[in-house]
Structures are given as structure tokens and as C-alpha cells.
């Protein structure tokens, strides 16, 4: 059953990390994650090279306002700086099953 309804964005503050909704600004620094072969690999995706193109027209309109069946992506902060992403989808809603997709893009972690 696709359910079409949009969720409301939602944001976690912690005392030293925050997730909040990805923002298009965010968009840069997720290419670079992406195009960066040590965060990567464990998912076995070094070869996935997107350009800033692809995610801008492929993949943000998804992101920016994700139905409860898509795929809803967040930003990961610590201090203050975006270190890497978090991401979750609803794969079975009827079951409760989801899966999550976290990456941390900042090399200095």
C-alpha cells in the first residue's frame, strides 16, 4: 500500500550532535561524502561517482519533501559542522520494517 502523506520535518539536539533534515545547501558536502571512496565502502559503492547534477535532479527532489515511503535523509552535526549523514526508509510500513543508512563523511573521525 503506498501511502502518499508527507512527513514533518524533524530535527534531534543532543548536548555535542544534531541531526536535522538535509537542506539543498547540504548538498555539496554530501557529493564530496559520496564521491569518497574510504566512506564508501562498506557499502561497497566506491565506484559511485554522482555528480552535483545527479543528486540536485535526481535525488534532492526525493529528499526535500519525502513522502512516508521514500527515503528521509538528515545531516549529522558534532560542534557545530556537518560530519555525515543518516538516513532511514519505511521498507515494509505493514511489518514495521525499516532500514537506516549512516555515513560519516568527515575523514578527521
Given at each position: 500500500m503506498?501511502n502518499?502523506?508527507k ?6 539536539e ?7 533534515p538535509v537542506?539543498k545547501?547540504?548538498?555539496p558536502?554530501i557529493r ?5 571512496p574510504?566512506v564508501?565502502?562498506e557499502?561497497r559503492?566506491e565506484?559511485?561517482k554522482?555528480?552535483l547534477q545527479?543528486?540536485?535532479e535526481?535525488v534532492?527532489p ?7 515511503d521514500q ?10 559542522k556537518?560530519?555525515?549523514?543518516i538516513?532511514?526508509?519505511l ?9 537506516v543508512?549512516?555515513k560519516i563523511?568527515?575523514p578527521s573521525?
Amino acid at each position: 500500500m503506498e501511502n502518499e502523506s508527507k512527513m514533518p520535518p524533524v530535527s534531534l539536539e543532543g548536548l555535542r550532535v544534531s541531526i536535522r533534515p538535509v537542506a539543498k545547501e547540504d548538498l555539496p558536502a554530501i557529493r564530496g561524502w559520496w564521491n569518497d571512496p574510504t566512506v564508501m565502502r562498506e557499502l561497497r559503492a566506491e565506484k559511485f561517482k554522482p555528480s552535483l547534477q545527479y543528486i540536485v535532479e535526481r535525488v534532492w527532489p526525493i529528499w526535500k519533501e519525502p513522502s512516508l515511503d521514500q527515503y528521509h535523509e538528515f545531516v549529522i552535526h558534532f560542534g557545530g559542522k556537518a560530519i555525515g549523514e543518516i538516513g532511514y526508509a519505511l521498507d515494509d510500513a505493514d511489518q514495521s520494517i525499516a532500514s537506516v543508512d549512516i555515513k560519516i563523511g568527515d575523514p578527521s573521525l
